[in-house]
């Protein structure tokens, strides 16, 4: 038997693979086995019969190769290709209209979108399960980093410290690197699969981590982002039948709190004064009144049209038909992502995928909503459109994450439990 199956392993190029169908085989071999013994074989017979009902070894690791190869996503890819090149242009345009910006501005922009593209296809690489082993231990100890660098290394620009330097690389925000918890979440949740109402309450108790961060940073939208697609990764994880509680009764109860949660919070903090002065003037303006239409943002009239209001500076430059090309080509590959998600067999990676479909299709329908004024202005950013290194990193990054869980979506088993063995994590 281990002479037929190391035949059929080398047939198979991908190592990934290899651990998959040596488990695959080893299991129906000793299914086929057990039962021929039970017929009245010897082991020495039933051994050999097993071998010959499998056929070929050489056949068989060929069709095997086949089935289970590295993948790669080309209409993702392409499309991630286009939507850079379109960002690239935008912000070709407004450097060159920005005397304050400059060449370099430019030059920057397409640095950072050709090192995000090569970070990108470095993380498909990958093997995504590692966030089902570790991402307890990668969470805390990220947020323990995090905090250090807020506290002893943080620089201040433009009278906020959510900004590290580091040397030769310039400054790098850890506003930015506190959305990599929503990767992290996603395996979080999957390492509570199965414990019930405890495990419940440890998985909110860990998506409220990320938001308290983003709450003393300051900032308030990103607390707010956080906590929307943990909560929607929580709610399909109920959904899917991940923890033994009652789904109607707690998503009802859950979404109701987290409803009522934030006019609760917005009250006592303006009454209370827990929030900065031009905070509490944001969020009475907005109450107020909500103006809608496009921000008519210019270069000379508002300095973050290349950042945070990029799609209203499309929309008053090229028109409104370029400005819905951008955010439609943005939403396709937000929904793509979540359709390959669906259609995963492998619970951690449906999960890891909804993580990055959610991240984009929430961050692009925001930016969108603030740019034309339905939403009060925070710092957002558009997808591999707006400016910013630390920004377009995070972007390819949570990419290649997708592209990671179809690159492996036939190299790793769809049960949890042997996902768990072949990934070397011991069961506890």
């Not at 010897?42 to 499998?54: G, H, S």
């Not at 303006?285 to 209203?312: K, M, R, W």
């Not at 961050?363 to 939403?375: A, F, K, R, Y």
Request: hydrophobic residues 50%.
């Amino acid at each position: 038997m281990e002479e037929y199956l190391q035949k059929v392993l080398e047939q198979i190029r991908c190592k990934q693979a290899k651990k998959l169908v040596e488990a695959e085989l080893r299991g129906h071999l000793e299914e086929q086995i057990a039962e021929n013994i039970s017929s009245g074989m010897n082991r020495e017979e039933a051994v050999y019969a097993a071998v010959q009902d499998m056929g070929n070894p050489v056949e068989t690791g060929v069709s095997l190769d086949a089935l289970h190869k590295p993948q790669i996503c080309w209409f993702m890819v392409v499309m991630i290709g286009i939507i850079s090149l379109l960002g690239i242009g935008v912000q070709t345009v407004i450097g060159m209209q920005n005397r304050d910006l400059g060449s370099s501005y430019i030059f920057k922009h397409v640095f950072c979108v050709l090192g995000g593209f090569c970070l990108m296809l470095f993380i498909y690489r990958l093997d995504y399960s590692f966030l089902g082993k570790h991402a307890r231990i990668l969470a805390l100890t990220g947020g323990v980093l995090w905090i250090l660098s807020r506290l002893f290394f943080s620089v201040s620009i433009n009278g906020t410290n959510r900004w590290i330097s580091l040397p030769g690389l310039g400054t790098i925000s850890i506003s930015a690197l506190l959305y990599l918890a929503i990767p992290l979440y996603a395996g979080i949740l999957y390492q509570y699969y199965g414990q019930g109402r405890a495990g419940v309450l440890k998985c909110i108790l860990w998506l409220l981590l990320p938001v308290v961060l983003a709450f003393y940073l300051p900032n308030l939208f990103q607390a707010f982002f956080l906590f929307l697609v943990q909560s929607c990764l929580l709610t399909a994880a109920i959904c899917k039948g991940w923890f033994s509680v009652k789904k109607g009764v707690f998503l009802g109860g859950f979404w109701g709190i987290a409803l009522l949660l934030p006019v609760v919070f917005l009250g006592l903090g303006i009454r209370l004064h827990w929030f900065a002065s031009y905070q509490t003037e944001r969020i009475l303006h907005y109450i107020n009144s909500i103006s809608l239409g496009f921000v008519q943002t210019t270069g000379q009239e508002n300095p973050a049209y290349h950042n945070d209001l990029v799609f209203g500076f499309l929309g008053t430059s090229y028109g409104i038909m370029a400005a819905i090309l951008v955010a439609a080509l943005l939403l396709a590959l937000s929904m793509k992502g979540l359709h390959m998600a669906r259609k995963q067999k492998n619970e951690l990676g449906t999960m890891v995928g909804y993580a990055g479909g959610l991240f984009f299709l929430f961050m692009t329908l925001l930016n969108i909503l603030m740019s034309v004024g339905i939403l009060p202005g925070a710092s957002s950013f558009l997808p591999l459109i707006s400016s910013g290194g630390s920004n377009l990193f995070l972007s390819y990054m949570v990419l290649g994450l997708l592209l990671s869980v179809y690159r492996y979506q036939n190299l790793l088993p769809t049960d949890r439990k042997k996902l768990r063995k072949t990934s070397g994590l011991l069961e506890t």
